[in-house]
């Protein structure tokens, strides 16, 4: 450090002493940047390092001035110098750099320095600027950043594709992800509450209580939690505890979009259809919310479940307007329009915004053209209409039937034809007019005889139907008690229809099923597997209290004996209640 002496202070007499150091130089370098006279600026800011060069802040100074000059490679090699040599910890020096590159247009560097910043940074101090700059890289490279993770939002990054497993449907793996989550950010809220979803979907009931419980008594006030216990309880029928919470929430005005909405599906959930209701009203408020079809949608159900039927014609009317190519808010409307001719009320409402199976149908058969490509290039519409051509009424399967019969096509029979030899009792519930599609559409093209052997595969007629018994009853009941909330309507129709086919064929010498925890605890694994859920033996059998061999044995009984039960296909799902960050 070197001091220097002024000219004497006439006034005072005094001597004012000049420090020459860093910091002396540092502020004749701002005062210099404020006039825009960079060149003195670089020159005090080079003094500065002179006198610290283990300073790595002068040493950045030094960088950001030559990047305001435009040279941006000198910037570059003095931040590297400060990472090799100086504090490698420092890591805004990569935002500093992406910068740097993204003005030399060299966008693959630019995203290397940003990535890098964005997993080593702890503190978050560009966070704001770096999602912008990633913008930028993203459109210049027409592709996504290789990003792993963003460490001042530990977690986050991961939370959401755990997030989206769950929407998918992938329960293990999101519980996996969850749970690592939670093993390094254990007062990660969202997560927590997330994990408890993935659980409860899973039939871990327990686990998903106490991980509510857990989120509860950090954050007594946490919506989604609140919401998520709610759900449980009903399920758990534990109608004075659900009352209390349910008072609670009924009284609770959510600020956020998010909370909002989570808030009025859960009362949908519930069965409060008036309270969904006034939450779907007011997140339509929003301009942005106002736009989004599906949500007049939910909001036309709520009201309509409340008895609120001119509500209801406004909203679905907006659904319309919106999105006039899905064939969803005309249908409802139609049926809202003929209830009150007929001076009935309109029966429950699925908040889903899709059509009911049996008027898809309907649809695709006023479009056969639509249908083929539609039939030929979806598997899963494919299994739904096998799904009908087994379960479905009478009707369904006549609709089913004659709309495959106009689409006329020979992949479609013969996939209809390895179905009929794959199962033999198929035909036996069908009705007249669907048996004669089925032969028209196998025989071949519309108009042609049915073959000898064609003919020798028609139904017999169908034998006295088997007496039904309790205990084979109570095996259902069981099961589809257990499913619930956690598998769907038609889901739950399946493991029943399963559970028939499965007693029939067994008959006359059904046996007696004495283990019937293990029977349903096979039943459900059965279903589960057909739908591609990821389950376990080892959880089934543990949320049915039975064991594994067990579990096992009797779905390799099943599997003996309805050998061909092919994947079903679901119908939809509620809208997502996952919290977000």
């Not at 073959?451 to 095996?475: C, V």
């Not at 209290?545 to 096992?552: G, K």
Request: charged share 25%.
């Amino acid at each position: 450090m070197t001091e220097l002496t002024s000219e004497k202070d006439t006034d005072h007499g005094n001597v004012v002493p000049i420090t020459l150091d860093a910091n002396f130089f540092f502020e004749r370098a701002v005062r210099s940047l404020d006039r825009f006279q960079y060149d003195k600026a670089l020159r005090n800011f080079r003094k500065a390092v002179e006198y610290e060069p283990e300073n790595p802040v002068n040493h950045c100074n030094l960088a950001g001035i030559l990047s305001e000059m435009g040279d941006y490679e000198a910037s570059n090699d003095i931040l590297r110098h400060v990472l090799d040599k100086i504090e490698p910890g420092m890591t805004e020096c990569h935002f500093y750099m992406a910068n740097n590159f993204a003005n030399m247009d060299n966008f693959e560097a630019a995203e290397q320095s940003l990535v890098t910043y964005l997993e080593e940074d702890a503190n978050g101090e560009y966070l704001v600027e770096s999602e912008e700059l990633m913008e930028l890289l993203q459109y210049e490279l027409d592709r996504p950043a290789p990003l792993v993770r963003i460490r001042s939002r530990e977690g986050v990054v991961e939370h959401e594709r755990a997030r989206r497993l769950l929407e998918e449907g992938k329960f293990q793996q999101a519980v996996k992800l969850l749970e690592e989550i939670l093993d390094t950010s254990p007062d990660f809220l969202a997560a927590r509450n997330n994990l408890a979803l993935a659980y409860f979907y899973m039939g871990h009931f327990a686990k998903s209580r106490e991980c509510l419980s857990e989120v509860l008594e950090q954050d007594p006030g946490n919506l989604h939690a609140l919401c998520n216990m709610a759900i449980l309880l009903q399920y758990a029928g534990d109608k004075e505890q659900l009352a209390v919470l349910v008072s609670m929430l009924e009284t609770t005005v959510p600020f956020h979009q998010e909370h909002v909405f989570k808030m009025a599906t859960t009362m949908g959930i519930l069965g409060r259809h008036r309270i969904a209701y006034s939450h779907f009203r007011r997140l339509l408020k929003e301009a942005e919310a106002a736009g989004d079809a599906s949500l007049h949608h939910y909001c036309a159900a709520a009201a309509s479940n409340s008895g609120l039927y001119d509500e209801a014609l406004h909203c679905w009317r907006q659904a319309a307007r919106l999105d006039p190519a899905s064939p969803v808010p005309s249908f409802f409307l139609t049926q809202l329009q003929a209830a009150g001719k007929a001076g009935q009320p309109m029966p429950a409402i699925s908040y889903n915004y899709q059509l009911p199976f049996q008027e898809q149908l309907k649809q695709w058969a006023e479009s056969p053209d639509t249908l083929a490509r539609e039939v030929q290039s979806n598997p899963l519409l494919r299994a739904s209409f096998f799904w009908a051509l087994r379960y479905g009424d009478s009707d369904t399967q006549r609709q089913v039937t004659e709309a495959l019969r106009w689409i006329g096509n020979s992949g479609t029979a013969e996939m209809l034809r390895k179905l009929m030899e794959q199962e033999p009792s198929l035909e036996e519930g069908l009705p007249e007019t669907a048996l004669l599609s089925l032969q028209r559409l196998i025989g071949g093209p519309e108009g042609e005889d049915v073959s000898a052997a064609e003919q020798e595969r028609l139904p017999l007629p169908p034998k006295g139907a088997l007496e039904w018994k309790e205990e084979w009853q109570r095996i259902i009941d069981q099961t589809t008690t257990m499913m619930d909330r956690r598998f769907d309507a038609h889901q739950k129709k399946a493991a029943e229809l399963l559970w028939q086919r499965f007693v029939d064929r067994l008959q006359p010498d059904v046996p007696p099923f004495r283990h019937t925890q293990g029977w349903s605890a096979a039943l459900e694994y059965r279903v589960a597997k057909l739908y591609g859920r990821p389950v376990t033996y080892r959880e089934i059998a543990q949320r049915y209290s039975v064991t594994v061999s067990m579990v096992s044995r009797y779905v390799r009984r099943i599997e003996e004996i309805c050998e061909t039960f092919d994947d079903l296909s679901g119908l939809g799902i509620f809208p997502s209640s996952t919290e977000k960050i």
